[in-house]
């Protein structure tokens, strides 16, 4: 059995179609071509920043602030206005609960550019340790932003995530949305999230210089993954695992379990889809919370029950990684792979736990040259 290598091009198990192999592991414009921007020499304009009734923006301004929302029944129509957070306003847009029940928001028509660390975030600002302590988990669900649309919308140059669903942000929906040149993830679903909607939208370049992903589902279950083309993102398209505590973080109690993943593109990409992607990554300079199951190295990475079925993988170094237990891959149409369609395998659990990944079905795929 050859050792193990990360999946990284000229580093990878060859085969192609169904490769049962020992490699696997690893880390972590207008929007939709319909919504107008600034020209480059718009005006700068302002508006209040705390956003508590419906508000459309100046399609021919650069805002060069952030917004925050903070109240339900609200629209923030930017109108193709730019939002440009010039390397220094963290944040472009805010959907911020302050721990009270915050729904049907609408953010839509905006293009922002430039923000240090996230273009839109949609949460509850403040400490989650001390809510984790005073509220019950459906409490904070409850308190959690839910039924958010952030449609027709770009995010460009974020310093870390473009959008970032924060933890225990339900239901929400991100539909033809563009997100490019992300330093992080293009967009980032946090621990307990749980039942939201990525659709119809386009993630390119993302991840870079910080070997990232263009979605990351990191401890969130039951999202619809849809409709969407994927292209040259730095580690792979979509990455689903369980944090493992680093850095003493809150432990994560959900697993990355019962997402579908149906109908996308993926285009010139290291990794399509990455189930279980910190299974076979050794994590030992981590810091991690959870407990090691070999040599402070390698930790448990939970992500099961998910559907992968009728996407198209082309041109891809590997189309499907799959790491954990009881997942589909059904229907896709895989074409021109580098090294393999489907590489499943856990090397370092199945030698030190004696548990290689199992429950895997794999059927009704078409694997073109």
Known sequence: ?????????????????????????????????????????????????????????????????????????????????????????????????????????????????????????????????????????????????????????????????????????????????????????????????????????TFTGNGLPRTREAIAIDSSAGNTIAGNKFGGNALAAITLYKNCGENQGPARWQHSDGNLIQDNDFAAENVGVWIASRQSRDLSNWNCGDPSYYAGRYFLDYAQDNQVISNRFSNVWQGVVVEDDNNTVSGNTFSGARSADIVTGAQYRAMYLGRPVSGLIAQDNTYLP
């Open 1 to 201: 059995m050859p050792a193990w290598k990360p999946p990284f091009p000229a580093s990878l198990c060859s085969g192609i179609a169904l490769a049962l192999a020992a490699c696997g592991g690893g880390g972590d414009g207008p929007a939709s071509g319909n919504t107008p921007s600034a020209a480059p020499d718009a005006p700068a304009c302002a508006s209040p920043a705390e956003v508590t009734a419906d508000t459309v923006l100046d399609g021919a301004c650069v805002y060069k602030q952030a917004f925050t929302i903070t109240r339900s029944d609200v629209t923030l129509d930017c109108n193709g206005a730019t939002i440009d957070g010039r390397g220094t306003d963290a944040r472009g847009i805010y959907v911020d609960s302050r721990g009270n029940a915050l729904r049907n928001v609408t953010i839509r028509n905006c293009h922002l550019k430039n923000q240090a660390s996230v273009g839109i975030a949609i949460g509850w600002s403040g400490s989650l340790a001390a809510r984790l302590l005073a509220y019950s988990r459906d409490e904070i669900y409850a308190r959690t932003p839910q039924q958010v649309l952030i449609e027709n919308a770009s995010v460009d140059g974020a310093g870390n995530a473009g959008i970032y669903l924060e933890t225990y942000a339900s239901g929400n929906t991100l539909s033809h949305v563009t997100v490019t040149n992300s330093r992080g993830p293009g967009v980032y679903l946090d621990a307990s999230t749980r039942g939201n909607r990525i659709v119809n939208s």
